[in-house]
């Protein structure tokens, strides 16, 4: 009877535990990509001040996209040796450190490198970290329990670029870096505290099995599927409200067209991930490509500002579901046991993504026009579908 009452005690502990680590994972997702998504707001001021154009300014955030997915090759298999604190106080460190001197640069060039770098760890510290801690925590609610912690990005999306924006507007971009750097790595350290290492084998040795793994179908599947749709992805983030002013939006309504995607995120995110545990995770994930693929029509045939709200509901929600299945659809093909570092093997294919999708596209936009640029994107997307259409007719060894 005593042994009996003590398990039970231990089970409520760490079922504390685990919904204390979604808790800071959220915490840390809302922080990270709060500041990242938000750079559009100073994308203005800072190449006013500057005298750049629009493809060296936005550079920026090509850069910064680039690093914090490729630096989760360190930052994953991080987590799996050291926990999830030490990951978390030194990326607040960083991106709060990068901020404040990117408030300081005199040169756009300067930028590149405070801004790219901070936030690039900080991004990298505050994802793939906080995701494969998420799932080792859980298994048979694990897509729910991701989809809570990863609506950060939806929240940090939806508030960031906004609060920035009201931020430049009374203290002008600078002092707004200043903030952002204070409040951004407060977050992060609330997060450190609230997050627990998981008990399951995601803490054991990130190195058994990885060569094996990066060899498999699987691994190839969802690589090859997330490098496509990531050359599609980003230009949703640079290009829709310049798109909606194109066909004669005005720059409010245009601007919050991104903000409406990450709406829509939010409840793909929660709803996606509880009818992934019910009807199949990788099933749910491919049709979340699916529908993310058809919907670039939308808005490649959207005659005004009603059909690209329509778009960005669409494409936001089919974009949370990925965003919260994916960690999910890893664990459950490849285990737990370094989940940090297989993710972060992954997203190194969403890197090159970020990195050449957007240049490549303005190419298009400069020389064939948007309509040209965002069928491209389309084929991408349902190319991402298709890479994904084996997944899951074999099991990849643990």
Request: charged share 10%.
């Amino acid at each position: 009877m005593q042994a009996g009452t003590l398990a039970a005690g231990e089970a409520v502990l760490d079922s504390r535990r685990a919904w204390r680590s979604v808790a800071g994972g959220f915490a840390a997702m809302f922080a990270v990509f709060g500041v990242a998504y938000s750079f559009g707001a100073f994308f203005g001021p800072m190449a006013d001040e500057f005298g750049s154009g629009r493809g060296a300014t936005s550079f920026v955030f090509s850069i910064t996209a680039f690093l914090y997915f490729t630096l989760n090759m360190i930052s994953g298999p991080a987590v799996d040796r050291f926990g999830p604190k030490p990951i978390l106080v030194f990326g607040a460190v960083v991106m709060g450190g990068g901020l404040f001197l990117t408030s300081t640069v005199e040169s756009l060039l300067a930028g590149y490198v405070t801004y790219g770098l901070g936030v690039g760890v900080g991004v990298a510290c505050g994802y793939v970290p906080m995701v494969a801690v998420i799932g080792g925590w859980f298994e048979r609610r694990r897509s729910a329990a991701l989809g809570i912690g990863v609506a950060g990005i939806g929240f940090g999306t939806v508030i960031g670029s906004p609060m920035a924006a009201a931020l430049i507007d009374a203290h002008g971009w600078r002092t707004a870096y200043v903030i952002l750097a204070a409040v951004g790595a407060g977050l992060m350290l609330l997060a450190a505290v609230l997050t627990e290492r998981p008990p399951r084998a995601v803490a054991g040795d990130a190195r058994i099995g990885m060569s094996d793994r990066a060899r498999t179908p699987e691994f190839a599947a969802l690589y090859a599927s997330a490098l496509l749709l990531s050359l599609a992805l980003f230009q949703v983030f640079v290009y829709l409200p310049d798109f909606a002013e194109g066909i004669g939006v005005g720059e409010v309504p245009a601007a919050a067209l991104v903000a409406v995607v990450g709406g829509a995120s939010i409840a793909g995110r929660l709803g996606l991930g509880v009818v992934a545990d019910r009807v199949g995770r990788v099933r749910t994930y491919r049709a979340c490509f699916l529908v993310m693929g058809l919907s670039y029509g939308i808005w490649m045939a959207a005659p005004n500002y009603v059909w690209l709200v329509v778009f960005a509901l669409v494409m936001g929600g089919s974009y949370g579901g990925f965003i919260a299945l994916n960690p999910a659809v890893v664990a459950e093909v490849f285990g737990v046991a370094g989940l940090g570092s297989i993710m972060g093997l992954l997203y190194t294919g969403p890197g090159f993504g970020a990195l050449l999708g957007p240049p490549l596209a303005g190419l298009i936009i400069d020389s064939a026009g948007y309509r040209w640029a965002i069928a491209a994107s389309m084929v991408m997307a349902m190319l991402a579908w298709a890479a994904l259409l084996p997944l899951g007719r074999t099991r990849s060894p643990r």
